[in-house]
């Protein structure tokens, strides 16, 4: 079953757990390569995994839930993630001897969760019915210190914000006939700051970022695009900058302090990877 949301939201009631998220995510501080679950021992304190049990992680990143859920006991874990950087690390896992057979790594959505459900329970010709599901939503630790992916406001890269992509100027050929199939149908930042309408970016900083300087910043990068296209990320963050009234920090509904690009970042990133409609799809087919 999953983690429940009411579950969720209580810890997320919780306003020390809220300012320690927080803090990790739009402190000036360098971010930790390797991404470590907040929430790993809740999870599986709930799960409480079994010996013969079947989970499925349906956002595998630097695999901290399915290296817990495999160390804890004999069971097996289905490992989804879109990112091909993440999908390796799978697959480099699932050749270690303590791991082999156990761990089925799946380049993918985690909205197509029952496409991959049905086709591993098909090969064993049991009830398509998981043991447990996790999903840890949203950027890594690692893909917001990468800069050639295009994620952070605070590192210079080109835009790009896409999960499945290596980065937009990556000349890496795709590994698997489905990366190639995400990108061939995807848009970047890139696309988005470029070629977008002020009113279409106004309304995707507004409803996916809840910035009320929207229309401000949607101007801001129409005026800058005229002059020469925006390439990168650090022009952006300084465009969006420029068109606050307070240039760099921002004062929430929260009450909390963030960097003024922060919303717009986040905002352009959950709309190019359509997380709501993915975490949507998700959780009906979950």
């Known amino acids: 079953y999953l983690f429940s949301l009411i579950d969720m939201l209580r810890l997320l009631a919780n306003r020390n757990y809220t300012f320690r998220l927080q803090k990790r995510f739009y402190s000036e501080l360098p971010y930790n390569r390797i991404h470590v679950p907040v929430m790993l021992s809740e999870v599986m304190q709930h799960l409480q995994p079994k010996d013969n049990e079947i989970y499925c992680d349906l956002t595998f990143g630097d695999g901290g839930y399915t290296k817990a859920l495999l160390d804890h006991c004999n069971c097996k874990v289905i490992a989804v993630d879109q990112d091909p950087t993440a999908y390796e690390k799978a697959l480099k896992l699932s050749q270690l001897d303590k791991y082999k057979t156990r761990l089925i790594p799946v380049l993918g959505r985690f909205g197509s969760i029952y496409d991959y459900c049905k086709s ?18 949203g950027v890594s ?12 406001y605070k590192l210079d890269g080109p835009l790009d914000m896409r999960m499945f992509s290596r980065g937009r100027n990556s000349t890496d050929i795709p590994v698997h006939e489905d990366e190639a199939a995400l990108l061939k ?16 970016i106004a309304d995707i900083i507004y409803q996916y970022g809840g910035d009320r300087l929207s229309r401000k910043i949607a101007s801001a990068i129409i005026t800058a695009r005229q002059k020469g296209p925006i390439e990168t990320t650090s022009a952006l963050a300084a465009i969006i900058h420029k068109a606050c009234p307070q240039p760099k920090w921002q004062r929430g509904n929260d009450d909390m302090l963030r960097n003024s690009a922060a919303r717009t970042f986040q905002a352009f990133r959950i709309y190019i990877n359509n997380e709501l409609g993915e975490l949507e799809s998700a959780l009906k087919a979950s």
């Open 141 to 152: 630790s690692g893909q917001l210190e990468s800069p050639e992916r295009g994620f952070s």
């Open 185 to 200: 149908k995807s848009i970047s930042a890139y696309e988005i700051v470029n070629y977008f309408s002020r009113e279409e």
């Open 120 to 137: 591993h329970f098909d090969r064993l010709l049991i009830i398509p019915c998981f043991d447990g599901i996790v999903m840890d939503i």
